[in-house]
């Protein structure tokens, strides 16, 4: 499953790519994970252009020329080429964008579970549970202070909380067993027990962790 490290990952190598670039020709393949009609989807990206691309929690968001976003959450198996038109193309590609500077942008997601948005003039709150989103665990305004205020709403087993996206975004089942080992807490353990000192651990181990694995795994995108 695409977490945070792994979309940070695809945010910064796309950031390098896509700004300015054009979309020649859309090809929908698959269109059960688009959630808006083909034609629709082929008419709004055809002739436009790619802006920055930016994250929030596990969607990645490319902006448009026209003002519009495309929002991908590729859930369990989502995943990007950035390829060649005559390279093979993966099984379950669901969408093939041609592009201006003669590469293909393709998603494809072997388990058909993602989901593809896409936002009208930047209007996220159309997008299910996009406006539950917590703040960014990596972001400089989530202070220690911000996170423990945060954490003492929810109740619970402390994987569960950190799991919930609604404390702070973006953390899903690997990384949230790693953060756990770091801040040495096992993953039953109630939030209500945790003393002040396991919450500053928690904290320092959610940021470590994931700011060393999104270092790690872009690296790694890059040099394939």
Same mark, same amino acid.
């Given at each position: %499953?695409?977490?945070?490290?792994?979309? $940070?990952?695809?945010? #910064? &190598? =796309?950031?390098?790519?896509?700004?300015?670039?054009?979309? /020649?020709?859309?090809?929908?393949?698959?269109?059960? +994970?688009?959630?808006?009609?083909?034609?629709? =989807?082929?008419?709004?990206?055809?002739?436009?252009? &790619?802006?920055?691309?930016?994250?929030?929690?596990? &969607?990645?968001?490319? !902006?448009? !020329? #026209?003002?519009?976003?495309?929002?991908?959450?590729? %859930?369990?198996?989502?995943?990007?080429?950035?390829?060649?038109?005559?390279?093979?193309?993966?099984?379950?590609?669901?969408?093939?964008?041609?592009?201006?500077?003669?590469?293909?942008?393709?998603?494809?997601? $072997?388990?058909?579970?993602?989901?593809?948005?896409? +936002?009208? $003039?930047?209007? &996220?709150?159309?997008?299910?549970?996009?406006?539950?989103?917590?703040?960014?665990?990596? !972001?400089? $305004?989530?202070?220690? /202070?911000?996170?423990?205020?945060?954490?003492?709403? =929810?109740?619970?087993?402390?994987?569960?909380?950190?799991?919930? /996206? #609604?404390?702070?975004?973006?953390?899903?089942?690997?990384?949230?067993?790693?953060?756990?080992?770091?801040?040495?807490?096992?993953?039953?353990?109630?939030?209500?027990?945790? !003393?002040?000192?396991?919450?500053?651990?928690?904290?320092?181990? *959610?940021? #470590?962790?994931?700011?060393?694995?999104?270092? *790690?795994?872009?690296?790694? %995108?890059?040099?394939?």
């Amino acid at each position: %499953m695409p977490e945070l490290p792994d979309l $940070e990952a695809y945010r #910064s &190598f =796309f950031n390098r790519r896509l700004p300015g670039v054009g979309i /020649e020709a859309v090809t929908l393949t698959i269109p059960l +994970v688009v959630r808006l009609p083909k034609e629709d =989807f082929i008419a709004a990206l055809t002739g436009n252009a &790619f802006g920055r691309v930016e994250r929030r929690g596990k &969607f990645i968001l490319f !902006s448009l !020329s #026209s003002g519009d976003y495309l929002a991908i959450h590729p %859930m369990l198996s989502g995943r990007f080429q950035y390829c060649q038109p005559q390279e093979k193309r993966r099984a379950k590609t669901c969408f093939v964008l041609a592009l201006a500077n003669g590469q293909e942008l393709r998603y494809f997601d $072997e388990r058909l579970m993602g989901k593809v948005y896409l +936002v009208k $003039e930047g209007a &996220f709150a159309a997008v299910p549970r996009f406006g539950e989103l917590g703040p960014e665990p990596l !972001s400089g $305004e989530l202070t220690e /202070e911000a996170f423990r205020e945060r954490l003492g709403r =929810f109740r619970g087993q402390i994987k569960n909380v950190i799991l919930n /996206e #609604s404390l702070v975004a973006g953390i899903g089942n690997a990384y949230a067993d790693e953060i756990l080992f770091a801040a040495g807490l096992h993953p039953y353990r109630k939030r209500t027990e945790l !003393s002040a000192e396991d919450e500053a651990r928690l904290y320092q181990a *959610i940021r #470590s962790v994931l700011g060393r694995a999104a270092a *790690i795994v872009g690296e790694r %995108m890059e040099n394939e």
